[in-house]
């Protein structure tokens, strides 16, 4: 059976799912073909981010290295594959573009080697990094980049879009589009918003097993964050719990900090939690051990 998340994976910037300004930035890049250094983040997958890198690549006709940076993220990836690809000219005179995917698993020197390199290489060279921590990525090579945050996009320009994709997906498939399947459509996007690529699974699974039950086994930080104003510890410790990135739960939470009535005991709480992620052995019991902690300053 095809996976239809891949069947319908957009193949070019036209179809990515994007803000109207951001989607028409990027098409002017390429018909002007002058590709800015870009960086993709977002605390949660399944957004889009490596989508939109090769549909951008598909869009411009590049000749493209892909590079998985979680496996190569030493400084001899680098000195080795990257800089024989950039410093190389294209026969085709085609565009070159440079994807680090899960570029937050680098290691600083790669990351640090990388900010004379965009500067030597891009009149040549594009670069795309992709990731969910942005704050694993050092300052000067943020710098270098013009940054989208895919978890930040206003959800009323999303969901339009979202809405059709689906709709399209539906009638594809040779199902009626009426009004059990708009309704199955809409409580899929409300159960599973931003992550597109759950939205087109529970969609799959939905209609090929004649099913109205929508799967919803991930929380979102959106939700997760309204328990902890209510100090609902049980739903707290169920929505954590389903978390496949609680990682990156800290960050999110640092981006609210102004919604805490005690700042400065709710820092301290956050970096302490977010520092012994990195030991312990369970990180969800961890970050429900530091949103319990933090609803002594919410």
């Not at 239809?4 to 989607?23: A, G, M």
């Not at 710098?143 to 959800?155: A, G, H, I, T």
């Not at 690529?197 to 699974?205: E, K």
């Amino acid at each position: 059976m095809n996976i239809w998340y891949e069947k319908y994976s957009p193949k070019t910037v036209e179809d990515v799912i994007l803000p109207k300004n951001i989607k028409e930035r990027i098409l002017k890049c390429i018909e002007e073909q002058k590709i800015p250094n870009l960086g993709f983040w977002s605390h949660q997958p399944g957004l889009g981010k490596s989508c939109t890198s090769k549909a951008i690549i598909r869009s411009s006709g590049a000749d493209a290295l892909f590079l998985n940076a979680s496996l190569e993220k030493g400084i001899d990836t680098i000195r080795n594959k990257v800089m024989q690809f950039a410093s190389s000219v294209s026969l085709s005179d085609a565009p070159k573009i440079v994807v680090f995917d899960e570029c937050d698993n680098m290691s600083i020197d790669a990351q640090s080697s990388l900010r004379s390199f965009l500067d030597e290489f891009s009149l040549n060279c594009s670069f795309i990094f992709t990731g969910n921590f942005k704050s694993k990525i050092i300052e000067p090579l943020l710098d270098r980049l013009e940054n989208y945050d895919f978890s930040e996009f206003p959800k009323e320009e999303m969901v339009k879009p979202i809405f059709e994709k689906l709709k399209f997906i539906v009638q594809n498939e040779g199902f009626n589009f009426d009004s059990e399947k708009q309704q199955l459509v809409l409580s899929i996007i409300q159960n599973s918003y931003p992550k597109i690529r759950n939205m087109i699974g529970n969609l799959q699974r939905a209609l090929c097993t004649n099913s109205s039950q929508i799967e919803n086994s991930v929380s979102s930080y959106e939700e997760i964050f309204e328990s902890l104003k209510k100090k609902d510890y049980y739903k707290i410790i169920e929505q954590t719990n389903s978390l496949t990135n609680p990682d990156g739960m800290f960050e999110f939470l640092y981006a609210r900090i102004k919604d805490f009535t005690k700042i400065p005991g709710a820092i301290q709480s956050l970096a302490k939690g977010q520092y012994q992620s990195a030991f312990v052995r369970d990180k969800n019991l961890n970050l429900a051990s530091t949103l319990c902690e933090l609803m002594n300053f919410i």
